[in-house]
């Protein structure tokens, strides 16, 4: 029943606000709106307001309004003169058929920014506090560390993460170096100067190039997970071992890995003291061997003065596949760069690793003390998923060690109207991107055919969408009527975007296509359609009996 509700609201919604665009234009303009249709064939309930009938159809592909002239040769009344749709200007029409994708484009909009600024879930966001930070990049040169808090940036105080993202997702290389203010231990505040880092990097699946400006910090703290990379560090000869956690340092609890650094740290030469720490052991099941066991152990920890020889374990090699493309790797060793690039962060080192998946990389890492290099090639796999059909996955061949954070400090949401509109002028412009690339690469076949669904699909999708909560079936609302407003924009005849065309050829020409011209296009237009539906619904049967098989 979830399903069944979900699927006609989201239905519903995405379809009336892209027939109301076309409606609210057209009136606005001066055609006779015949017409307003929420689905096709018959109507289920139908009213008469004005001059137009309003109806409810049985048949959930679509909506339509019907306008006066629409039709190629269609008889009108003499009291309907200069009401038609095609005694309109070619841009007065091009207006009437942009608008509905238009609502579409603008419905994400409406509903990010209410929905951020009223919703109990966004009250409390991310800090400004610093989880942890990568020492490779700009943040770490100029003297952040985690643990401190950021109170203002540029002059302007800050109290959220999502403020820092913001400004600087407006930095331009021009600006040079951004201010921080932050508070170390509760401290005076403390000024800094850092000058972001151009990142480059290709989206995973469609290739394309994206810059961020990055001073290289994350929110979250990194866990009290360590790697040795020494072992003739005092933590190697007191018996600790690569993918240990440490509980706790002379009886002080150490739940972040800065806790540890900073625990060890402090120690003077020659100082002793007991470490308690958790090491996963054999496996609890012989035929589930990443299922492991859990024991706790104590060490004597002396400090040698020298340098601690730790490393996050998230930088380490905690499995390879002895067939992959990455045999030369072995558990346990930490990666220290990629392509030359060095990170002391397992998030930052991760995304380089998927960064342009088909290009060959250049991997260095730490084995027992000792430096080492090698290149590798992933290895491209098509995989079937039961809902998204056919995708590209690339097999590096190992995995990290679990990358597991201590959430970010929550904080009251002090101008949510603000964040509202930040998220949505960030996260909107990106999808439209990746949703317009997407449609173009089924056409260029960079994208599998299989992975258009049609309502069988969204059926499934929103019923899950809305028994995981309000958000998830609010984004993929969201999606849906960026894909259907871009989708529509194709020109293609039946489509909006085909019309749009057609009378952007009449605009320049200044003369219309002959009838029969139009009627054809029309009819081609039809036939596409139909054939296009008639493969989306081949691919949600596949979909549906894979779902019923899996």
């Given at each position: 029943m979830t399903s069944i509700i979900a699927f006609f609201i989201l239905i519903g919604v995405l379809i009336t606000v892209h027939e109301f665009g076309h409606f609210a234009v057209a009136k606005m303009c001066g055609v006779k709106c015949e017409v307003f249709s929420i689905g096709f064939g018959r109507p289920i309930i139908k009213f008469q307001r004005g001059e137009t009938e309003y109806r409810l159809a049985w048949i959930p592909l679509g909506g339509y309004v019907r306008m006066l002239g629409q039709e190629p040769q269609e008889n009108r009344d003499a009291a309907d003169v200069g009401r038609s749709l095609m005694d309109k200007s070619p841009l007065i029409r091009i207006l009437i058929y942009a608008a509905g994708p238009g609502m579409n484009l603008l419905l994400p909009f409406i509903l990010i920014v209410p929905f951020i600024a009223l919703s109990d879930q966004t009250a409390q966001v991310p800090s400004s506090d610093v989880g942890a930070v990568d020492s490779s990049m700009p943040a770490y040169e100029a003297g952040l560390r985690g643990g401190d808090k950021i109170t203002r940036l540029d002059g302007q105080p800050v109290h959220a993460f999502w403020q820092i993202k913001e400004r600087l997702s407006q930095y331009q290389p021009e600006q040079g170096t951004v201010k921080l203010g932050i508070e170390r231990a509760g401290h005076d505040l403390i000024n800094l100067e850092i000058k972001p880092r151009a990142i480059q990097s290709k989206h995973e699946f469609l290739g394309f190039e994206q810059t961020n400006y990055l001073i290289g910090y994350q929110v979250d703290a990194l866990d009290s997970n360590i790697a040795i990379t020494s072992q003739n560090s005092a933590a190697f000869k007191a018996g600790l071992r690569t993918f240990d956690r440490i509980i706790s340092i002379n009886g002080q609890q150490t739940r972040r890995y800065t806790d540890v650094i900073r625990a060890f740290s402090t120690l003077a030469t020659g100082k002793r003291v007991q470490v308690v720490y958790e090491r996963l052991t054999t496996p609890l099941y012989q035929d589930i061997p990443i299922l492991k066991r859990k024991v706790q152990g104590t060490v004597d920890y002396v400090a040698d003065g020298n340098s601690l020889g730790l490393f996050h374990a998230s930088l380490c090699v905690s499995s390879v596949d002895p067939d992959g493309p990455a045999r030369f790797l072995k558990r346990g060793d930490c990666l220290l760069s990629v392509d030359g690039q060095a990170y002391s962060l397992g998030t930052f080192l991760r995304s380089k690793l998927n960064d342009d998946p088909k290009s060959p990389k250049k991997i260095t890492w730490l084995r027992n003390g000792v430096q080492m290099d090698n290149q590798i090639q992933f290895k491209k796999e098509i995989q079937q998923h039961p809902l998204a059909g056919d995708f590209p996955v690339w097999i590096q061949g190992f995995t990290l060690a679990r990358q597991t954070m201590i959430p970010a400090q929550l904080t009251e949401s002090q101008d949510r109207w603000t964040h509202g509109w930040f998220r949505a002028k960030t996260d909107v412009p990106r999808e439209i991107e990746v949703t317009a690339r997407s449609i173009s690469g089924m056409f260029t076949g960079q994208v599998s055919p299989t992975q258009l669904g049609g309502p069988l699909t969204i059926f499934h999708l929103a019923g899950s969408a809305a028994e995981a909560g309000f958000d998830r079936f609010l984004r993929l609302m969201v999606l849906l009527s960026l894909s259907i407003g871009l989708f529509n924009l194709v020109p293609v005849p039946a489509l909006d975007g085909g019309?749009?065309?057609?009378?952007?050829?009449?605009?320049?020409?200044?003369?219309?296509?002959?009838?029969?011209?139009?009627?054809?296009?029309?009819?081609?237009?039809?036939?596409l359609i139909l054939a296009l539906i008639i493969f989306a619904l081949s691919n949600d049967a596949i979909r549906t009996w894979r779902l019923s098989n899996s």
């Amino acid at each position: 029943m979830t399903s069944i509700i979900a699927f006609f609201i989201l239905i519903g919604v995405l379809i009336t606000v892209h027939e109301f665009g076309h409606f609210a234009v057209a009136k606005m303009c001066g055609v006779k709106c015949e017409v307003f249709s929420i689905g096709f064939g018959r109507p289920i309930i139908k009213f008469q307001r004005g001059e137009t009938e309003y109806r409810l159809a049985w048949i959930p592909l679509g909506g339509y309004v019907r306008m006066l002239g629409q039709e190629p040769q269609e008889n009108r009344d003499a009291a309907d003169v200069g009401r038609s749709l095609m005694d309109k200007s070619p841009l007065i029409r091009i207006l009437i058929y942009a608008a509905g994708p238009g609502m579409n484009l603008l419905l994400p909009f409406i509903l990010i920014v209410p929905f951020i600024a009223l919703s109990d879930q966004t009250a409390q966001v991310p800090s400004s506090d610093v989880g942890a930070v990568d020492s490779s990049m700009p943040a770490y040169e100029a003297g952040l560390r985690g643990g401190d808090k950021i109170t203002r940036l540029d002059g302007q105080p800050v109290h959220a993460f999502w403020q820092i993202k913001e400004r600087l997702s407006q930095y331009q290389p021009e600006q040079g170096t951004v201010k921080l203010g932050i508070e170390r231990a509760g401290h005076d505040l403390i000024n800094l100067e850092i000058k972001p880092r151009a990142i480059q990097s290709k989206h995973e699946f469609l290739g394309f190039e994206q810059t961020n400006y990055l001073i290289g910090y994350q929110v979250d703290a990194l866990d009290s997970n360590i790697a040795i990379t020494s072992q003739n560090s005092a933590a190697f000869k007191a018996g600790l071992r690569t993918f240990d956690r440490i509980i706790s340092i002379n009886g002080q609890q150490t739940r972040r890995y800065t806790d540890v650094i900073r625990a060890f740290s402090t120690l003077a030469t020659g100082k002793r003291v007991q470490v308690v720490y958790e090491r996963l052991t054999t496996p609890l099941y012989q035929d589930i061997p990443i299922l492991k066991r859990k024991v706790q152990g104590t060490v004597d920890y002396v400090a040698d003065g020298n340098s601690l020889g730790l490393f996050h374990a998230s930088l380490c090699v905690s499995s390879v596949d002895p067939d992959g493309p990455a045999r030369f790797l072995k558990r346990g060793d930490c990666l220290l760069s990629v392509d030359g690039q060095a990170y002391s962060l397992g998030t930052f080192l991760r995304s380089k690793l998927n960064d342009d998946p088909k290009s060959p990389k250049k991997i260095t890492w730490l084995r027992n003390g000792v430096q080492m290099d090698n290149q590798i090639q992933f290895k491209k796999e098509i995989q079937q998923h039961p809902l998204a059909g056919d995708f590209p996955v690339w097999i590096q061949g190992f995995t990290l060690a679990r990358q597991t954070m201590i959430p970010a400090q929550l904080t009251e949401s002090q101008d949510r109207w603000t964040h509202g509109w930040f998220r949505a002028k960030t996260d909107v412009p990106r999808e439209i991107e990746v949703t317009a690339r997407s449609i173009s690469g089924m056409f260029t076949g960079q994208v599998s055919p299989t992975q258009l669904g049609g309502p069988l699909t969204i059926f499934h999708l929103a019923g899950s969408a809305a028994e995981a909560g309000f958000d998830r079936f609010l984004r993929l609302m969201v999606l849906l009527s960026l894909s259907i407003g871009l989708f529509n924009l194709v020109p293609v005849p039946a489509l909006d975007g085909g019309q749009i065309l057609i009378a952007s050829i009449e605009m320049v020409t200044r003369k219309p296509l002959p009838e029969k011209a139009q009627l054809v296009l029309h009819q081609i237009g039809v036939f596409l359609i139909l054939a296009l539906i008639i493969f989306a619904l081949s691919n949600d049967a596949i979909r549906t009996w894979r779902l019923s098989n899996s």
